[in-house]
Structures are given as structure tokens and as C-alpha cells.
């Protein structure tokens, strides 16, 4: 799973920012893959927003924007557990949507917004419309990941 993307090198020791990052996969200690090369995470500094990392093996400012661009991906048997009630993008993107027997759509990213996080729904594949469902409980009735399916409340969203 992705944990972000090398973003402009920070200082001459070889960190980096990181941008569109997920924090809970960049702890110290965690093993990223740099395309196909695997590296630990050794340092974190800066803020959930916008964190710079230092990766075991990139020792300098050229070494960091060799990298940059590429995403860091971390396994999933490597990350975090979650809490009840929280779940990885990746377990949710190609969920079913259903309001109760009927089906809505399919799930095509989570995205993460200033107010909170929202499922993308793809209603149709023709038009490439789009339903953003807000992860909120009033919005989303059940998530099952084993079922593949998201039981949503069509009457709240249109409310």
C-alpha cells in the first residue's frame, strides 16, 4: 500500500519530504520499497501534513531527487494495525455500494478532505459519474471488507 511519494529533497543528508502521505505508514523502523529497492525508514521529522523522512541507503541531497517521485510502498502485512471502525484505502476501493438491495455503485478511491474522509463512488461506468459518500455514520450504515460491500443511506446524502 502507498504511504506517499518522494517529494524535493530537505537539507543535504538525503530526507525528503514526502507528499500525499499516509503518517501511520511512516514510522520509524518501517520498510519501504523505492521502486525495487527496500529501505527502512531511520528518521521522521515534520508534521503529519508534511513530513520529511530520512530512508537507510539515500546519504545525500543527490541521492533524495534521484528518488524523487517515486511512491513508497509498504506491505500491508507491515502496517499498523487499525482501530475498530477503521480500515486502509486500499480495503475499500472495488467495495460494492448498496442503499439496502439496491445497488449504487462501486468504490474507486478514498479521498481525504479538509472535513473528512469520503468514498468516491463510481455510479456509472458510461458517464464516469461519481457519488462522494462522507464516512460519517449517519452516511455509511456497514462496511463488511470480506463481502466486498458498503451498505450506504441514500436518503441522508440526498437530505
Excluded at 500525499?20 to 527502512?40: F, H, I, M
Excluded at 528518521?43 to 503529519?48: H, L, Q
Aim: aromatic content about 4%; proline content about 4%.
Amino acid at each position: 500500500m502507498s504511504a506517499g511519494r518522494v517529494g524535493r529533497p530537505h537539507g543535504l543528508d538525503g530526507s525528503f519530504y514526502v507528499t500525499g502521505a499516509r503518517p501511520r505508514l511512516l514510522a520509524v523502523g518501517t520498510v519501504v520499497a523505492l521502486g525495487e529497492k527496500a529501505s527502512e525508514i531511520v528518521r521522521r521529522r515534520g508534521t503529519d501534513r508534511r513530513p520529511i523522512v530520512h530512508v537507510q541507503g539515500i546519504e545525500d541531497r543527490g541521492g533524495a531527487e534521484a528518488v524523487r517521485g517515486l511512491e513508497l510502498m509498504v506491505k500491508a502485512a507491515d502496517a499498523p494495525a487499525l482501530g475498530e471502525g477503521e480500515w486502509w484505502a486500499n480495503e475499500l476501493e472495488g467495495c460494492e455500494v448498496f442503499d439496502g438491495a439496491r445497488r449504487v455503485g462501486v468504490v474507486s478511491k478514498l479521498l481525504e478532505l479538509p472535513s473528512c474522509e469520503v468514498l468516491q463512488v463510481t455510479v456509472s461506468e458510461q458517464t464516469a459519474e461519481d457519488l462522494l459518500v462522507p464516512m460519517v455514520r449517519d452516511a455509511v450504515r456497514s462496511i463488511d471488507i470480506a463481502a466486498r460491500r458498503i451498505d450506504i443511506d441514500m436518503n441522508f446524502l440526498a437530505g
